[in-house]
């Protein structure tokens, strides 16, 4: 015969149930929304804002740019030889000139007055040498017949003794007359030895006059013609064929001897000069090719010179372009790609944000069912102008962030929205 429970054991009996029941209600609740509670727990990012890139296997070429801009390999700075006042600026930039287009007329009264001068010297000093030429012309036409006629005089005296010497002979004349013949003779034949004698030194003195006076009107030549060169000066030559590319000077402006005026610049050939970040340029050599865009279009070159020095943290690069595409001219700004190794067989990404060479960085691989990304360190190699290669971290085929994600940086993963 069965004997009835105290009321106290089936109260006991009846709690517990209930608490097995609440209990079992509370871990299937709890089980159920763990996921979500965790999921909420997780920095969510938006997948519309990320940059993603797939891990690539493959050759990777590595590359690095540089910018920089187009200049003439031939071209002249155009200064001021003269000083004056620009009266008048005639050309433009942008225009072809030839080496005598005038760019700039200058005005200095000085020089001109100086150049007047010294042709109206020149114009006495040629007059003065022209009446010593004739002067001395005159001297030696008389002196000349000075001569003549001394010996006309000697050839007389001898023909007189001659004639003498016979009736001396026959007692017709007498001795002294005969001596005094004799001595006519003597002063006649004298008086032509000296005037001969003295022919040698008269033309020694009207060649030293003439020269003296012919030196006097060649300095006076010289200095007109460098009066003339300097009010020639005034007007400012290009001095080169091609174009203008700068002109820095405004009418009414003063100039002095050797301020600067203009540059005139060759069209062709070009060479490009492009500045690279000195990090990258340190495996540039001579010979390396370069993708030129002038944003006319694309060409090809070569590196010719890489300079050895440094300049706000950047080196110049200078390259030597085949052709280049219609439009392009001097100081034109350039961008430039210039290939500087190739690698087999490698991983490599696009290059994430603020990453340099042989560096590790923390960045998140996207899940297969691209809903969570983990965070991992990979290590990266050599890097090229978009593209960096990966050398551990993650394998071909995944999938990883490069745009920032620094503001989730302590969160070993995150939730793609």
């Known amino acids: 015969m069965d004997v009835p429970a105290p009321k106290q054991t089936q109260k006991w009996r009846k709690a517990r149930t209930l608490y097995i029941v609440a209990s079992s209600i509370i871990v299937v609740v709890l089980l159920i929304s763990l996921p979500i509670f965790i999921g909420n727990a997780m920095p969510t990012i938006d997948s519309s804002t990320m940059w993603v890139s797939e891990v690539t296997a493959g050759d990777f070429k590595r590359k690095v740019r540089g910018v920089g801009k187009l200049v003439s390999m031939i071209d002249r700075r155009v200064t001021s030889e003269a000083s004056g006042v620009v009266e008048q600026v005639l ?46 012309t005159d001297e030696r036409l008389q002196y000349d017949f000075s001569i003549r006629q001394a010996q006309l005089e000697y050839e007389s005296a001898q023909e007189i003794e001659n004639a003498q010497r016979k009736l001396v002979d026959r007692n017709v004349v007498g001795k002294l007359d005969f001596l005094k013949v004799l001595q006519a003779t003597r002063v006649t034949k004298s008086r032509l030895k000296m ?33 003339q060169r300097l009010v020639d000066q005034l007007k400012i030559r290009a001095g080169l064929s091609g174009v203008l590319q700068d002109l820095t000077v405004e009418e009414g402006e003063r100039l002095e001897i050797g301020s600067n005026i203009a540059r005139v610049a060759k069209a062709w050939p070009l060479l490009a000069e492009l500045d690279v970040q000195e990090v990258q340029a340190k495996d540039l050599t001579v010979g390396l090719k370069v993708e030129i865009d002038t944003r006319n279009g694309k060409t090809m ?26 439009g392009t001219r001097p100081d034109q700004s350039i961008t430039a790609i210039i290939e500087v190794e190739h690698i087999a067989q490698t991983l490599y990404i696009d290059r994430p944000s603020s990453v340099s060479t042989q560096h590790q960085v923390s960045l998140f691989v996207l899940d297969d069912r691209k809903e969570t990304a983990e965070r991992r360190e990979v290590k990266l190699g050599r890097t090229s102008v978009k593209l960096v290669e990966v050398l551990s971290g993650v394998a071909a085929g995944e999938k990883v962030i490069v745009s920032d994600v620094s503001d989730f940086i302590e969160h070993p993963l995150i939730k793609i929205n």
Do not use: C, M, W
């Open 91 to 136: 050309v433009k930039p942008g225009v072809i000139v030839e080496s005598e287009t005038v760019l700039v007329e200058l005005s200095n009264p000085l020089l001109v007055r100086n150049l007047l001068r010294s042709q109206s010297d020149l114009k006495v000093a040629e007059a003065k040498l022209v009446s010593l030429q004739a002067k001395l």
């Open 195 to 227: 005037l001969k004698e003295r022919l040698p030194y008269l033309n020694k003195s009207h060649t030293a006059q003439l020269d003296s006076e012919k030196a006097f009107v060649e300095q006076l030549k010289y200095k007109v013609e460098s009066s």
């Open 301 to 326: 070159g070569e590196i010719v010179r890489v300079d050895p020095r440094v300049k706000a943290g950047n080196v110049q690069v200078d390259v030597q372009i085949n052709e280049l595409p219609k």
